[in-house]
């Protein structure tokens, strides 16, 4: 494979390897959730932190990478039609899908309340569907914002990011579209920095010296100290930890890229690679998955939390995909992407951008 290819597969590396973890951080809460391992057990929070520290400041750096050439190619309206509907849409079937889930298995309680928890559902966010939210948030603020149009400006809309980057670090909002605020500085730094600029850093030599500081560095921060995760935090908010987890995300981030460059030249670039394409489909469905597999799991009498680990992990990475595939040829596509007549619509618009269908 050409050196450039290989690069840009490392972007589907690095998206595989961060929905690798999200999926096994989710397992993890659902385990704490269901008390099947105590909710304040040292090692479930020091490993909640050491994913929840990188793996979706990955997404976020490679959305923003992706965005001014969108940008720059159908303008600002073109790009935003491209993206938004898809990201409503997307938000609007799965908070219905796991809302429906939690009634069939006595989660949601029954008639007003179950549709009750439904309208509060689409509210708040349900689960991790609040990156669907940030996505429409960052998406419109850069389109609109480009950054990139002098280095003036760049450098004062990025000064007003990172204030409300490290303002927001650690807090979930309570609503949509107020989680993952702290995100939006590696976002804009995707946007800044581009797809030739986080190219370099999954290229020989500075890829094996980026992971070799990622593990040294990353971990040892981790394991030394109690850096605080951009999105999800249960701690108190200080300075120091607010410091420790800017450096702890930074350099594992950093880390990650490096790894997924070292991994794009090995046999595992297909496997990761082919889970970065479909990230976007793993994300959508893994909670379900997870839940059900959880459940049925406990029903049988296991509680050994190993167990739950593999096979809840293994679910929701299979059965995500096991749905796109069979969505794709059964004709119900729609659970991964718009209905057929908004794409039929979407097609009429000389304008319109084919959307990347990794998670970003």
């Known amino acids: 494979m050409p050196d450039s290819s290989r690069r840009e597969r490392a972007f589907d590396v690095a998206r595989g390897l961060a929905i690798l973890a999200i999926v096994v951080g989710h397992v993890l ?61 997307l938000y609007v079937v799965w908070t219905v899908v796991q809302a429906a889930v939690r009634f069939v298995t006595g989660r949601s309680g029954d008639g007003e309340e179950a549709l009750g928890n439904i309208f509060t559902a689409f509210l708040v966010a349900d689960g991790p569907l609040w990156w669907l939210g940030f996505l429409v948030v960052v998406s419109v603020a850069g389109a609109v914002a480009r ?35 702290a995100l939006t500085g590696f976002f804009w730094l995707g946007i800044l920095v581009g797809r030739g600029g986080v190219s370099r850093l999954t290229a020989p030599p500075l890829a094996g010296r980026l992971a070799a500081a990622g593990v040294v560095v990353g971990g040892a ?32 981030c950093a880390g990650a890229f490096g790894v997924s460059g070292v991994l794009a030249r090995t046999a595992l670039v297909r496997p990761l690679a082919f889970l970065g394409e479909r990230s976007l489909e793993i994300f959508l469905a893994h909670v379900v998955a997870t839940s059900l597999t959880r459940n049925l799991l406990s029903g049988l009498g296991v509680d050994e939390v190993w167990v739950h680990l593999v096979l809840g992990s293994a679910a929701g990475v299979l059965v995500p995909l096991g749905l796109w595939w069979a969505g794709s ?5 729609w659970l991964f992407e718009l209905p057929p007549a908004l794409r039929a619509a979407r097609r009429r618009d000389p304008r319109r951008q084919t959307l990347d269908r990794s998670f970003n």
């Open 29 to 89: 809460r659902g385990l704490t959730a269901a008390d099947l391992v105590p909710r304040t057990s040292p090692t479930v929070l020091e490993v909640d932190d050491a994913l929840y520290v990188w793996h979706l400041a990955v997404f976020a750096v490679l959305a923003g990478v992706f965005l001014r050439p969108g940008v720059e190619k159908h303008g600002v309206g073109g790009y935003l039609r491209s993206r938004l509907p898809l990201f409503v849409h």
């Open 221 to 252: 921060l981790m394991v030394l100290a109690d850096p605080m995760p951009p999105s999800s935090w249960i701690g108190p908010r200080t300075l120091v930890a607010v410091g420790l987890g800017l450096v702890a995300s930074s350099v594992l």
């Open 147 to 181: 950054p990139w149009r002098s280095r003036s400006w760049a450098v004062g809309s990025t000064l007003a990011v990172v204030a409300v980057s490290l303002a927001a670090w650690g807090w979930t909002g309570p609503w949509l579209f107020l989680e993952g605020v």
């Open 329 to 333: 040829r059964l004709g119900f596509p």
